[in-house]
Structures are given as C-alpha cells and as structure tokens.
T-cell receptor, first 111, second 113 residues
Framework: GENVEQHPSTLSVQEGDSAVIKCTYS??????FPWYKQELGKGPQLIID?????GEKKDQRIAVTLNKTAKHFSLHITETQPEDSAVYFC??????????FGSGTRLLVRP | NAGVMQNPRHLVRRRGQEARLRCSPM?????VYWYRQLPEEGLKFMVY????????ESGMPKERFSAEFPKEGPSILRIQQVVRGDSAAYFC???????????FGSGTQLSVL
C-alpha cells in the first residue's frame, strides 16, 4: 500500500543552525506535499506545501524541495529558533483529497 | 475567521460507552475530513465528507464507527461501544473544496478506561 517514510525521528540542533527533515513516498501519482508543525496539545498547522510541478519553494526561513524522480522531498529550516521546537510531519496526497502522513520528526532547538 | 473548531478537547469514556466528537469547519468550507493519531505516530485518514454526503470512508472501521455532516450543524464522528484501542487523538480538518489545503482543528483526545 501507499506509505510515506520520514527521517530522522528526532533531531536536535543548536539555535541558529539549520535543520533538514527528509521524506520518501511510494505512490508515483502523488502530486501534493504539505508539511505540518504540531506543538504539544495542538492540531497540525500547515507551514508550507509544494505541488509536483515545482521543484522548490521557499517562505522566509522555511524551504521545501521535491525530487519527483526519486520520490523524495525535504523540509529545510534555516536559522532555527527555540520556538521552532515541535513535531513536524510530512504528507503526500493519494488521489485528489487523501493525505498519507509520515511518522513525524521531533525537532529540538537548543538555546 | 475562526479556525476549525472541535469539541470536546478531552473525552473520557468507559468501555462499552458511546463517544461523540464534533467538528465545525472553517467558515466557507464544505469539505470535512477526520484523521486519527495514535501516540508517537502520524495521522491516519478515516473519512471524508461533504455536506450530507460521505465521500470516502475507507479508513474508518466498518463496525462501531460512523460519521455524518448534516446540512445544518457540525460534523459528528460517533464511536459506539468504545474499547481501549479506540483511545487516540481525533483530528478534524476542513477545506473549501477538494484538492485544496487542509486546515486542522485542535483535536479531541479520547481516553477509554
């Protein structure tokens, strides 16, 4: 069945450093790839997304890259801040409305 | 513009009881999705509804679980005769149309004793 693999499961970085989270998807028909940030006790918050006709997208300190050939996409956070600490989930679309989520990456930014 | 509203935030039920989870989508959104999250795991799709219609319930167990999105009022996820394995966070999301961004609510944490 369809699945999304996400790595690493935990990531600890020093404030100001960059963080990279990687995901691989299985369904070659997937065409939409959102990233969500989930803080403790809250729902997932959409932080950035990319569609398959684009290779890279950037929004301030956050960027996402997509390699359709390799079925691989990544989240890049630069100049990390303590408030970036959270669990991050990648997801890939299945059909026109269903999302398959990765298992999450717990990011800790050390001050 | 209020976000997706879910209630209750926390729900405790004993085995065999019924759980009813409510979700009011964002204003202008007529598409509702329910996802379940177990501890330390990603979200798993359960069901997709539009007003008065279930579009896809492939991720929802066929027994004990049901969902509705009536013409008036919130979407309801109903779990009958709950068991301990139903303990999880249940998230609702909404979108203005299919193939659009999903916005999630804060979830309902269901605990079955």
């Amino acid at each position: 069945g369809e699945n999304v693999e996400q790595h690493p499961s935990t990531l600890s970085v020093q404030e100001g450093d960059s963080a990279v989270i990687k995901c691989t998807y299985s369904d070659s028909a997937s065409n939409y790839f959102p990233w969500y940030k989930q803080e403790l006790g809250k729902g997932p918050q959409l932080i950035i997304d990319i569609r398959s006709n684009v290779g890279e997208k950037k929004d301030q300190r956050i960027a996402v890259t997509l390699n359709k050939t390799a079925k691989h996409f990544s989240l890049h956070i630069t100049e990390t801040q303590p408030e970036d600490s959270a669990v991050y989930f990648c997801a890939a679309s299945i059909g026109s409305y269903k999302l398959i989520f990765g298992s999450g990456t717990r990011l800790l930014v050390r001050p | 513009n209020a976000g997706v509203m879910q209630n209750p935030r926390h729900l405790v039920r004993r085995r065999g009881q019924e759980a009813r989870l409510r979700c009011s989508p964002m204003k202008g959104h007529s598409h509702v999705y329910w996802y379940r999250q177990l501890p330390e795991e990603g979200l798993k799709f359960m069901v997709y509804l539009q007003k008065e219609n279930i579009i896809d319930e492939s991720g929802m167990p066929k027994e004990r679980f049901s969902a509705e999105f009536p013409k008036e009022g919130p979407s309801i996820l109903r779990i009958q005769q709950v068991v301990r394995g139903d303990s999880a966070a249940y998230f609702c999301a909404s979108s203005p149309s299919q193939d659009e961004k999903l916005f999630f609510g804060s979830g309902t944490q269901l605990s079955v004793l």
